[in-house]
């Protein structure tokens, strides 16, 4: 049973950090590139980060570009995204998404298929 489980969000005041991890099972995490996506209060979802897992690759959307890492441990089976600088625009549910298709950009919504349940992020003074 392919489950993607994310961790690590809470309540951080503007210009902290935080790391967030995505611990997949039921599938090898070598085998699939893996998406964070954001959905800001109401906004659409959209993709924050992502990484091809076999060769470390990683890609970044403009707002995260220059303070954010994505990363991976295949034997822990977790990927990371370590946020810095966090502004109050960071603030939304983030999710990780494994990549079923390769039709669109990284951060095309319709080629992930499987989704954790997200976790919460809240930039606050």
């Known amino acids: 049973q392919v489950q993607l489980v994310e961790s690590g969000g809470g309540l951080v005041q503007p210009g902290g950090s935080l790391r967030l991890s995505c611990v997949v099972s039921?599938?090898?995490?070598?085998?699939?590139?893996i998406g964070w996506f954001r959905q800001a209060p109401g906004k659409r979802r959209e993709g924050v980060a992502g990484?091809?897992?076999?060769?470390?690759?990683?890609f970044y959307a403009d707002s995260l570009l220059g303070r954010s890492l994505v990363s991976r441990d295949l034997d822990k089976k977790t990927v990371y995204l370590q946020m810095d600088n966090l502004n109050t625009e960071d603030t939304g549910i983030y999710y990780c998404?494994?990549?079923?298709?390769?039709?669109?950009?990284?951060?095309?919504?319709?080629?992930?298929?499987?989704w954790g349940q997200g976790t919460q992020v809240t930039v606050s003074s």
């Open positions: 990484i091809n897992t076999s060769t470390s690759t990683a």
């Open positions: 998404a494994r990549r079923e298709r390769w039709n669109g950009a990284w951060y095309d919504l319709s080629d992930y298929e499987y």
């Open positions: 039921g599938f090898p995490l070598k085998a699939y590139a």
